[in-house]
């Protein structure tokens, strides 16, 4: 298969064939104009079947994802950081092969993400109304944003970045664990998943970025993230929601990082140079231009 560096890949149940996607050509405007394809495992490559961008204009790039019950296709469409559009299509209305998509969110200047989960519920990242971001849900049949329900509101200090859902018999009740930014740390909390109550905080790693919250495709009271500060390398942590702890998973090879504090003494030497627009860095130009302009005399060498 060609074209498909950088592809995203989404398996159908049963894995006998899979979303996947292609760009138009190697070079030139074609490598901007991904498109999405279905491909049976066992055919050729040059059958696969286009299910979806056909009309999308340069620099929008969609990416596919089933449900698991195998019912949805949930395509996002990332134009950047500043708008995110979402698509969903029922697979047992229109078939694997010409999937009959509505628009969950499409509206230019709004980002936004979504999932459809274990529940059968598409959960829904926006910044629509909410500048810092709100995470809706929706039945998955009836997507339109008219009949979102927030489940976690917008914070006034923090901007969500992520949820992954937590669940399985092994829980008293299915939970949430929310990914946010504040004051340029991440921040991990707990929430219930049916009213979005805050159940409590989780302590991260550090004082560092968090990102990629991933849960299991079956479900379970686990999620895993990717943590690193300015002094530990990135490493992968799991979450796991019966004994509310934080564990390392897998980190990165050797000892990468040794932390130094250095002190510099002043050389009494050694002029410092002015800040530039100080009234003394004025006046060493303007004596660097009158030395600049006097004639040398012949036969003079330097000074």
Same mark, same amino acid.
């Given at each position: 298969?060609?074209?498909?560096?950088?592809?995203?890949?989404?398996?159908?149940?049963?894995?006998?064939?899979?979303?996947?996607?292609?760009?138009?050509?190697?070079?030139?405007?074609?490598?901007?104009?991904? &498109? =999405? %394809?279905?491909?049976?495992?066992?055919?050729? $490559?040059? !059958?696969?079947?286009? /299910?979806?961008?056909? #009309?999308? @204009?340069?620099?929008?790039?969609?990416?596919?994802?089933?449900?698991?019950?195998?019912?949805?296709?949930?395509?996002?469409?990332?134009?950047?950081?500043?708008?995110?559009?979402?698509?969903?299509?029922?697979?047992?209305?229109?078939?694997?092969?010409?999937?009959?998509?509505?628009?969950?969110?499409?509206?230019?200047?709004?980002?936004?993400?979504?999932?459809?989960?274990?529940?059968? &519920? =598409? %959960?829904?990242?926006?910044?629509?109304?909410? $500048?810092? !971001?709100?995470?809706? /849900?929706?039945?998955? #049949?009836? @997507?339109?944003?008219?009949?979102?329900?927030?489940?976690?509101?917008?914070?006034?200090?923090?901007?969500?970045?992520?949820?992954?859902?937590?669940?399985?018999?092994?829980?008293?009740?299915?939970?949430?664990?929310?990914?946010?930014?504040?004051?340029?740390?991440?921040?991990?909390?707990?929430?219930?998943?049916?009213?979005?109550?805050?159940?409590?905080?989780?302590?991260?790693?550090?004082?560092?970025?968090?990102?990629?919250?991933?849960?299991?495709?079956?479900?379970?009271?686990?999620?895993?993230?990717?943590?690193?500060?300015?002094?530990?390398?990135?490493?992968?942590?799991?979450?796991?929601?019966?004994?509310?702890?934080?564990?390392?998973?897998?980190?990165?090879?050797?000892?990468?990082?040794?932390?130094?504090?250095?002190?510099?003494?002043?050389?009494?030497?050694?002029?410092?140079?002015?800040?530039?627009?100080?009234?003394?860095?004025?006046?060493?130009?303007?004596?660097?231009?009158?030395?600049?302009?006097?004639?040398?005399?012949?036969?003079?060498?330097?000074?």
């Amino acid at each position: 298969m060609v074209r498909t560096s950088h592809s995203v890949v989404a398996w159908l149940p049963g894995g006998r064939a899979f979303y996947y996607r292609r760009r138009l050509a190697e070079g030139g405007q074609g490598r901007f104009s991904p &498109r =999405l %394809y279905l491909h049976r495992i066992g055919t050729e $490559p040059d !059958r696969d079947v286009l /299910v979806f961008g056909q #009309d999308l @204009p340069l620099g929008a790039y969609p990416a596919p994802a089933v449900s698991r019950d195998g019912r949805w296709l949930l395509v996002g469409v990332d134009w950047g950081p500043l708008r995110g559009d979402i698509y969903v299509a029922d697979l047992r209305a229109g078939g694997i092969e010409a999937p009959r998509f509505s628009a969950v969110q499409a509206d230019p200047g709004v980002f936004s993400a979504g999932t459809v989960s274990r529940d059968g &519920r =598409l %959960y829904v990242l926006t910044n629509a109304g909410a $500048p810092n !971001r709100r995470l809706c /849900v929706a039945a998955a #049949d009836h @997507p339109d944003p008219g009949g979102w329900q927030t489940l976690l509101p917008e914070d006034d200090e923090a901007v969500l970045r992520d949820v992954a859902v937590l669940d399985g018999a092994q829980l008293d009740r299915p939970l949430l664990l929310a990914l946010r930014s504040r004051h340029a740390l991440s921040e991990l909390a707990l929430h219930d998943l049916a009213t979005g109550d805050l159940v409590g905080l989780v302590p991260a790693p550090g004082p560092g970025t968090v990102t990629e919250l991933r849960e299991h495709s079956d479900g379970g009271p686990c999620a895993w993230f990717s943590y690193t500060d300015f002094r530990t390398p990135p490493g992968v942590y799991r979450f796991d929601a019966r004994t509310r702890t934080v564990t390392a998973w897998a980190s990165s090879p050797g000892d990468l990082v040794r932390l130094r504090h250095v002190r510099a003494h002043e050389n009494p030497g050694i002029r410092p140079v002015p800040p530039p627009g100080s009234r003394r860095a004025a006046s060493t130009r303007s004596r660097a231009c009158a030395g600049a302009g006097r004639r040398a005399r012949p036969g003079a060498g330097p000074a």
